[in-house]
């Protein structure tokens, strides 16, 4: 996938970045508060820190933990906690199964979880209206969110 995105974008760099807008008014939001956040994404890096820059957001390398080699986002959730050195993180995807698989994977018994996560469905973004209607169970809490939800996260912390 990353090869073929590549070479799609190689042919006309702007307009491959033209075709992947951002969110407004989350884009502008990210932007002022560039520091209270990172990605986490299946992309490659370099994509997203191109598509980024192109779009006025000024991530840095370190702020980005892709799927380059094979990386899961479990394990990158992970590693975002030992580098920023928290016990709890707010996980936002617009993939009912992402969150699914993230909240299988940090809801353990006994508190045995390396990090307590709070899982966050974008109602914005590739997903169909469907997932919505997802009843948290007593093991997973999953919370659908709009945008300006986000962006009031984004202002408090």
Same mark, same amino acid.
């Given at each position: 996938l990353f090869a073929k995105r590549d070479e799609i974008s190689a042919l006309d760099p702007k307009k491959w970045a033209e075709l992947n807008r951002p969110?407004?008014?989350?884009w502008q939001a990210l932007q002022e508060n560039i520091d209270k956040f990172v990605v986490l994404t299946n992309k490659n890096k370099r994509a997203v820190l191109e598509l980024s820059h192109f779009w006025n957001l000024n *991530? &840095?390398?370190?702020q980005i933990y !892709? +799927? $380059?080699h094979g990386t899961s986002k479990q394990d990158n959730l992970i590693q975002i906690a030992k580098d920023k050195d928290c016990d709890t993180v707010i996980f &936002?995807?617009?993939s009912l199964s992402n *969150? @699914? $698989? %993230? +909240?299988?994977?940090? !809801?353990?018994p006994n508190g045995a979880a390396p990090l307590t996560v709070q899982l966050l469905l974008a109602k914005w973004g590739y997903v169909a209206p469907e997932p919505? !209607?997802?009843k948290s169970s $007593? @093991? %997973?809490q999953i919370r659908a969110i709009e945008q300006y939800d986000l962006i009031?996260? *984004?202002e408090e912390n």
């Open positions: 969110y407004q008014p989350l *991530l &840095v390398a370190t !892709s +799927g $380059d &936002v995807d617009d *969150l @699914k $698989d %993230i +909240g299988n994977r940090f !809801s353990m919505y !209607s997802y $007593d @093991k %997973i009031q996260l *984004l």
